[in-house]
């Protein structure tokens, strides 16, 4: 089913809670007088994430170490750059962060610091999962690689039986496997037509996604062979252990959100039409989970709150907290699931239960 083809059509009912949400919510923006966009909270934040990501690195440059004391910072460069992807990058990104377009370019490029690729980022992620989320077919995130099944409507192989042991394995691959689909992704929206890449040149998005790669590789593999002892093997190791680190944490943060117990994964019908408010097919296909952890809440840059997050992406993630339960209080009003799991550990027990029952495991 292509994206363009489409469509949420709901009841009375489900565009009246649409419409009361969004009445609520930005009430109390105007109520508070509140900005939508991030506050000077968010300052010390992006100075100690970028710290925690880049400052282990500067040490093992500087300071002569061996391999297994460098393999602890490697670990935290990793835990560093999974914080800024969540709570810098993605702002910026979603342009939750400034009313200056500059600005949300500033932080959404630390995405190329990561490795990886803004534009095709947002047509993946902006675009295909935040418009059509959990559709089968259509959102990339609940269409992984075979071995991993996280739709109810994909093919059920016997290996799926046990993926609630050996997916968090595969979630450490995210970030790798991304530098180099970031290359195939760049084509397929070329070759697709899409309106979003009008007026853009291949050979040129190319040329930087090249660069980009490069000097990723440059600075966490080329400087430690040059500027330490290290072994070349140890290097690299080093960068995988980093980047596993980072992939563990961001795939089972978004997977939190999305593959739990509740979260619905709806169709299309032949005609393309989604019966329901897109509004309501958000929330239903959405989870927050542990809501009351200050530090979750912190470094995920409110992905715990992905229910707000999805129905008001252009705000920024320190905002959620407080909107948070008048989007509940307004979905319990409505008649409409609002998925919560209380806590850290309930929403993996959740995310296991679900990958086993996705798996065929009764």
């Not at 109810?152 to 609630?164: K, S």
């Not at 689909?181 to 929206?189: G, M």
Request: contains cysteine; glycine residues 8%.
């Amino acid at each position: 089913m292509a994206i363009s083809s489409l469509r949420y059509i709901g009841t009375e009912h489900e565009r009246g809670f649409g419409s009361t949400v969004r009445s609520r919510v930005h009430a109390y923006f105007k109520e508070t007088g509140t900005n939508t966009k991030a506050d000077a909270r968010l300052v010390p934040k992006v100075i100690v994430l970028m710290t925690l990501f880049l400052a282990p690195l500067v040490v093992i440059l500087l300071v002569p170490m061996s391999a297994w004391a460098a393999l602890p910072l490697a670990i935290l460069m990793g835990v560093g750059m999974a914080g800024v992807g969540m709570s810098v990058m993605h702002d910026g990104l979603h342009g939750a962060v400034s009313t200056k377009p500059w600005v949300n370019e500033l932080l959404g490029g630390t995405m190329y610091v990561l490795g990886s690729d803004a534009f095709t980022w947002k047509i993946q992620h902006n675009g295909a999962h935040h418009t059509h989320t959990n559709v089968d077919g259509v959102d990339q995130d609940i269409d992984p690689p075979d071995l991993l099944r996280f739709s109810e409507h994909a093919p059920l192989w016997r290996v799926h039986r046990f993926q609630h042991v050996y997916s968090f394995f595969f979630y450490g691959l995210l970030t790798l496997v991304k530098l180099g689909n970031d290359f195939f992704s760049l084509a397929r929206v070329a070759r697709s037509g899409d309106a979003r890449y009008k007026g853009r040149s291949f050979a040129q998005d190319l040329a930087v996604m090249v660069l980009v790669k490069a000097a990723h590789m440059l600075v966490f593999i080329g400087l430690p062979l040059w500027l330490t002892d290290l072994a070349w093997w140890q290097v690299i190791t080093g960068f995988v252990v980093m980047h596993f680190t980072c992939g563990v944490i961001l795939g089972t943060v978004f997977q939190l959100a999305h593959v739990v117990e509740g979260a619905q994964q709806p169709l299309a019908d032949p005609t393309g039409v989604i019966h329901s408010d897109w509004t309501v097919h958000e929330v239903l296909t959405t989870a927050d989970f542990a809501p009351h952890n200050r530090w979750l809440t912190w470094y995920t840059g409110g992905l715990n709150y992905q229910v707000e997050h999805h129905l008001f992406p252009g705000i920024s993630h320190l905002h959620y907290p407080a909107i948070a339960p008048i989007v509940q209080r307004t979905a319990e009003e409505f008649g409409i699931p609002y998925n919560v799991k209380p806590t850290m550990m309930a929403a993996l027990g959740s995310h296991v239960r679900r990958l086993r029952q996705l798996g065929g495991v009764a």
